[in-house]
């Protein structure tokens, strides 16, 4: 009886207890795809997916200041995010993202709608 009890409870709670769990996040970061197709500076950018950070640090060596400015400017999420790009840029980049999506959500809070 004790036993038959015992499964019952793991049974029933289990699914209750991975029901929660968040999935992994699969697929190209967001951005990905403007990021890919962005040829402002007349060559490829480093793919965000498949790139490594000594060669995206390679990439970002090559670059003026204002190019990188530039990219951390259009392209937030993927700058940010990218390993190998200067540290102080993910840091913009990153910043400039909070800044955005805080104003969308600071606006969505007002909206009566």
Do not use: C
């Not at 709670?13 to 197709?37: C, D, K, L, N, S």
């Not at 995206?56 to 400015?69: G, I, M, N, S, Y």
């Not at 993202?97 to 104003?103: G, H, I, P, Q």
């Amino acid at each position: 009886m004790a036993v038959a009890l015992a499964v019952t409870t793991v049974t029933g709670t289990a699914g209750w207890a991975v029901a929660h769990e968040q999935p992994a996040i699969t697929g190209p970061p967001p951005g990905a795809t403007a990021w890919r197709a962005d040829d402002s500076l007349g060559r490829p950018l480093p793919d965000p997916a498949t790139a490594s950070p000594t060669a995206v640090a390679r990439f970002f060596a090559d670059l003026t200041t204002a190019e990188q400015h530039t990219l951390a400017r259009r392209h937030p999420l993927i700058t940010g995010n990218l390993d190998g790009a200067p540290i102080t840029l993910r840091y913009e980049a990153n910043a400039r993202a909070l800044a955005v999506e805080r104003d969308r959500e600071s606006a969505r809070a007002r909206d009566a709608g």
